[in-house]
Nanobody, 119 residues
């Protein structure tokens, strides 16, 4: 059974930092592209950052230079370091695991962790 468990969400003041973690189980972690998405009420879930199996990263323009995604394959964990947080970063953050195309499986999602940035 695949499980993605996020942690690290909190209430923080603007300009502060948080680190989100997502621990995966039930998957061959090193074979999956891992990502973070976020969603606010009434809006679609948007990609924040992802990291490929080779370690390549990609970021939404709104977080470039402030957020850093990383992975530890030995711990089956992906991280999102968030610095210089802004009120507009407030959202529920979801961990995503994208299987290799050859497996023809849908993405896996965590339950989400709330990040609230106060002004």
């Amino acid at each position: 059974q695949v499980q993605l468990v996020e942690s690290g969400g909190d209430l923080v003041q603007a300009g502060g930092s948080l680190r989100l973690s997502c621990a995966a189980s039930g998957v061959s972690f090193s074979s999956y592209t891992m990502g973070w998405y976020r969603q606010t009420p009434g809006k679609q879930r948007d990609m924040v950052a992802f990291i490929t199996t080779a370690g390549s990263t990609n970021y939404a323009d709104s977080v470039k230079g402030r957020f850093t995604i990383s992975r530890d394959n030995a711990k089956s964990t992906v991280y999102l370091q968030m610095n210089s947080l802004k009120p507009e970063d407030t959202a529920v953050y979801y961990c995503n695991a994208r299987p290799p195309v050859v497996l023809r499986r849908s993405d896996y999602w965590g339950q989400g962790t709330q990040v609230t940035v106060s002004s």
